[in-house]
């Protein structure tokens, strides 16, 4: 009856063991580490700059516990601070050769002491959170409406340039706010015109009106396609942001959307708000230059000769001398959207270019008369410009034209995003800036390790004097429960914040009220005469049905909670759901199979330790249950 099947205990074998897993990281503490990130939009991280910092290591003599790379970083931990510093400087010389121009930010950091082989099974402690470890948070408004505007402006130029081609005569285009208006002096004109422009710009709405002798023509953009603009540029923005971050050497950055038309910056670690501000602030331009490929540029590549006037000296992504000339043929503004494809013929990786109609008559002209030399483009941040790429013009090129030459999906994927990222779709505002001390976020800690401590000491007094042997069970059945609920969080990675230390709190007053439910229904059952083995049964059956209403319910406020709450709230949701969740398993699961362990194999049961057990007539206490 009181019995778990061998594959039960297994299970939580397997449960309790995974749990101290993925729990023991958030106990090693931090050792000071190098992190180094890209400095530049144009140069990207890859496994050849690891194999750079561990040889730059190994010459200056320093031995690293391990060099890291991961994704936007490549991380190198040490044993002490000393070695650190040296570290860093041995690194950043032997990677920015000229310090004016750094191409890489090689910055100090602190990393997990994790041994190896737990971080090999993803087994990492918890991130903490600004009020946790101290740093910079900004919570930033994009301005939507700009997105529109620059997307309505792009089609009353193409209205004009599709118009001007097929030769349909009009009275004027003008733009009213989101919306684009055309007047024509007969109706023929503006049927010709709808059925144009419904094929070539889809995604306006168009209706024709007629107003006294003139009619007009009116589009708007279509719900879907307003939608897509103002999440494209709330994408390229955050892109855009992350690429800056990037710059402060930040250790984990959360750069995330919030509702429809917000982004919220969080850099733990960061003290310096001005620095901050500036680089996320910070604008780059993107601009199309012919290359100057005559016999004195070609000498100044090799430099043999000085630069010719009128042209300027770049370097390209693989770090040769380009000579480009300083006439701009073409700038961002003028390019509306960039996306990687393959080319039909070929099925050779290209990115696909699309610019607006003034950009499409510029780029019309220009491509005509240099078929056959190159075109670079180039993009400039704080006042320095660099080569994305320079292919070659094979043929007259209009409003949408694709790049190509010898470039990898991943190279056509991220030139893509260099040319959409280079600055932001959409303005931004900052509307709510905070600033954190890291001596506050080890307060911050201390006092939610102790509360949380304190909160377990309290509970598991009063259960084990008032429940007794039952009351050992659920507190050891609460700490199981603790230990899931870390594990689980340190497995997702989540960033614990104070919010989160709370609800942690909240968890385990919450969780032992399953067990409450539990023991008092043993206790009844036991009130009622049924002997002790029937009495733990019936109270676990009885009392799960309560436990599962109980539960469902405020899981449903945990995950409105996490559906419409933002910052602090979402990180407490988050939390409080998967702490409902780990105690409703440890508080019926885990809790009977300790009971089932201990009283399981008695046939002849005659008493079990759960307290005092009272008749509700005011009568003898009942023979079966002991004091």
Known sequence: MNRYPWWKYAMLAIALVVGLLYTAPNFYGEAPAVQVSSGKATIKLDAAVATRVEQALQQAGLQPDFVQFEGNSIKARFRDTDTQIKAKDAIAKA??????????????????????????????????????????????????????TKRAEAVTGDMRTLLRDKNIRHLGITRDGNAVEVRFRDQAAMAAATNLLADSIAEMAWAGTQEGADFKLRGTLKPEAAFRVQEQALKQNITTLHNRVNELGTSEPVIQQQGTDRVVVQLPGVQDTARAKDIIGRTATLELRMVNESAEAQAATRGAGPVPFGSERFLERNGQPIIVF?????????????????????????????????GARIIRDVTRENVGKRMAILLFEKGK?????????????????????????????????????????APMEIIEERTIGPSLGAENIAKGFNSVLWGLVAIAVFMCGYYLLFGVFSTVALGFNLLLLVALLSLLQATLTLPGIAAIALTLGMAIDANVLINERVREELRSGAPPQAAIAAGYERAWGTILDSNVTTLIAGVALLAFGSGPVRGFAVVHCLGILTSMFSAVVFSRGLVNLWYGRQKRLKSVSIGQVWRPDGGKQLPAAER
């Open 95 to 148: 990677l920015n050769p000229d310090a004016a121009d750094p191409g890489y930010i090689v910055a100090l950091n602190l990393l997990s002491r994790t041994p190896a082989w737990m971080a090999s099974v993803r087994a990492l402690p918890m991130y903490l959170g600004l009020d946790l470890r101290g740093g910079v948070h900004f919570l930033m408004q994009v301005d939507m409406r700009s997105a529109l």
């Open 326 to 358: 300083r006439q701009v043929v073409l700038t961002g503004d003028n390019l509306t959207d960039a996306q990687p494809g393959f080319d039909g013929q070929t099925q050779e990786p290209t990115v696909n270019l699309t610019v607006d109609a003034k």
């Open 385 to 425: 410009g660099e080569v994305v790429t320079a292919p070659v013009i094979r043929s007259e090129l209009g409003a949408r034209f694709q790049i190509s030459g010898r470039m990898t999906t991943a190279e056509a994927t991220d030139t893509a995003l260099l040319l959409r990222a280079g600055s932001l779709a």
